[in-house]
């Protein structure tokens, strides 16, 4: 079946550290794009990348960093300089064929915790 | 960004009809008006999503206002797995910033 696989599910990470998410999809999407959760809000956007090799910063992009070197995988390292990391983090996907509307794909997520 | 306005939270009871509504007075002639709904610890699954005419799926319905400037999300049976966060998304596909920009959307209970 296609979908979204976003590992690992829970991550721990040591302060100071850079821990990497990894997602990937076989939907043969352009787009990729990843968004962090805090508890009982909405959705903001870290990163996206409509075609292979280029990436775009969403609104809050500082502390974070992505690569596309492939379509079908959009990793996302956070790095030490992201001061509150601790999130639920989502990976998504989507056609891209302007003018015309597709809807997101969404992974499962990828819990961090900073300890 | 256009922007979209919901109730914070409803309730229904199961077996009968929900109706979500979805305010965007400021919705611009190629926006896109979207559903998801995201259940705990999991990611947004798509729900639907049209420009202009009213849109049936295996899932819901979308009623859009002649005027676009409101629609509702319709949920024929509510059952409880129904019961999540429901967010109304308004998406331009040739815009520059074209993601899609989650509010706070509305939470659904469904009781039994």
């Known amino acids: 079946d296609g979908g979204i696989t976003q590992s690992p599910k829970y991550l721990f990470r040591k302060e100071g550290q850079n821990v990497t998410l990894s997602c990937e999809q076989n939907l043969n999407h352009d787009a990729m794009y990843w968004y962090r959760q805090d508890p009982g809000q909405g959705l903001r956007l870290i990163y996206y990348s409509q075609i292979v090799n280029d990436f775009q910063k969403g609104d809050i992009a500082e502390g974070y960093s992505v690569s596309r070197e492939k379509k079908e995988s959009f990793p996302l390292t956070v790095t030490s300089a992201q001061k509150n990391p601790t999130a639920f983090y989502l990976c998504?996907?989507?056609?891209?064929?302007?003018?015309?509307?597709?809807?997101?794909?969404f992974g499962s997520g990828t819990r961090l915790t900073v300890v | 960004d256009a922007k979209t306005t919901q109730p914070n939270s409803m309730e229904s009871n199961e077996e009968e009809p929900v109706h979500l509504p979805c305010n965007h007075s400021?919705?611009?002639?190629?926006?896109?008006i979207h559903w998801y709904r995201q259940l705990p610890s999991q990611g947004p699954e798509y729900v639907i999503h049209g420009l202009t005419s009213n849109v049936n799926n295996r899932m819901a319905s979308l009623a859009i206002a002649e005027d676009r400037k409101s629609s509702t999300l319709i949920l024929h049976r509510a059952t409880l797995r129904d019961a999540a966060v429901y967010y109304c998304i308004l998406r331009d596909p040739e815009g520059s910033a074209r993601q899609l920009t989650f509010g706070s959307g509305t939470q659904l209970t469904v009781l039994p």
């Open positions: 998504a996907s989507s056609v891209d064929r302007v003018p015309y509307d597709y809807g997101y794909t």
């Open positions: 400021t919705i611009s002639g190629t926006d896109y």
